[in-house]
């Protein structure tokens, strides 16, 4: 804990928004707008200085009224309002200015914006949280990871850990530590595979396994927070392992937060948001 209070939190006076970091949020589609919000606002509040949502034309004005503090960048859409394959150009352009990219939450498995995503994770060598759908983009197409050279994180459930190895969910399950430890040093990347006692492990061998949280965290949105604070903090200079080790932490002090004042079923991926800066004033 007394990372976090050292690396994030002790800012000079002299410090302003372009030293904090500016993340990426590649994110949403229709009816997933929500994800993409989420993972934004999670970012700012993990201390980012700048963030943008890459959104599907049409969906522009969602983001925009739901979002006061966060820019967004308006791209090409497929028919199923997801981002188009002709979006890429306009992406890697953009990405020239930012420190973090975030991929994947609320993307949709429409085939155009797979195709988009693998592109994407090949081609534009920034640091990376590759979450979601850009999960599932993969299955199949592994080896485009080792095609990169940032150091990025990867944030499966069970289930998309499972479909991207071809194993089935029981199996995931019973080997969650030595399977996370493996896929990192294959695939060059620091793995967080999420569930009860999350397990975020490096390519050298490093594991951490989470002791925060509850099981209020089994509700929609609440992976899409975690993405957001990885890379809010990969934004503000944390390495890949720091930022996953600390935002696994802090999400599931976010939840312990949130039952003190709520029901365990009741919790919502917007109290994570609500909580966290609690969280943070505590650290």
Avoid: W
């Avoid at 497929?78 to 992406?91: G, P």
């Avoid at 973090?100 to 988009?116: C, M, R, W, Y």
């Avoid at 975020?200 to 929609?220: E, M, Q, R, S, Y």
Wanted: glycine share 8%; aromatic share 6%.
């Amino acid at each position: 804990m007394q990372r976090i209070n050292s690396i994030f939190l002790n800012r000079k006076k002299q410090v302003h928004k372009g030293n904090c970091g500016h993340v990426f949020v590649l994110a949403g589609s229709r009816g997933l707008t929500g994800a993409a919000c989420l993972s934004a606002q999670a970012a700012l509040l993990s201390g980012a200085g700048l963030v943008t949502v890459g959104i599907a034309s049409s969906l522009n004005n969602i983001i925009e009224c739901k979002l006061t503090e966060v820019m967004s960048l308006s791209l090409p859409e497929t028919s199923q309002a997801s981002l188009s394959f002709k979006s890429f150009d306009m992406i890697k352009h953009f990405s020239n200015n930012v420190d973090v990219i975030i991929i994947g939450p609320g993307l949709s498995q429409n085939s155009q914006t797979q195709k988009l995503i693998r592109k994407l994770i090949e081609f534009i060598d920034k640091p990376m949280v590759i979450d979601a759908d850009a999960i599932n983009a993969l299955v199949g197409y592994l080896d485009i990871l080792n095609n990169r050279t940032s150091l990025s994180v990867i944030t499966p459930h069970p289930g998309e850990m499972g479909r991207v190895l071809g194993l089935d969910i029981e199996k995931i399950q019973k080997n969650r530590r030595k399977l996370a430890k493996e896929f990192s040093s294959m695939y060059n990347i620091v793995t967080v595979l999420k569930g009860y006692q999350t397990v975020v492990a490096d390519k050298d061998g490093k594991v951490f396994i989470n002791k925060t949280g509850n099981p209020g965290l089994a509700k929609a949105g609440s992976g899409d927070v975690l993405t957001g604070i990885i890379g809010g903090f990969m934004a503000q200079g944390a390495s890949a392992y720091n930022a996953a080790e600390l935002a696994v932490n802090v999400h599931g002090l976010a939840a312990d937060q949130a039952v003190q004042k709520k029901a365990v079923v009741s919790l919502l991926a917007s109290d994570l948001l609500e909580n966290l800066p609690f969280v943070f004033k505590k650290i």
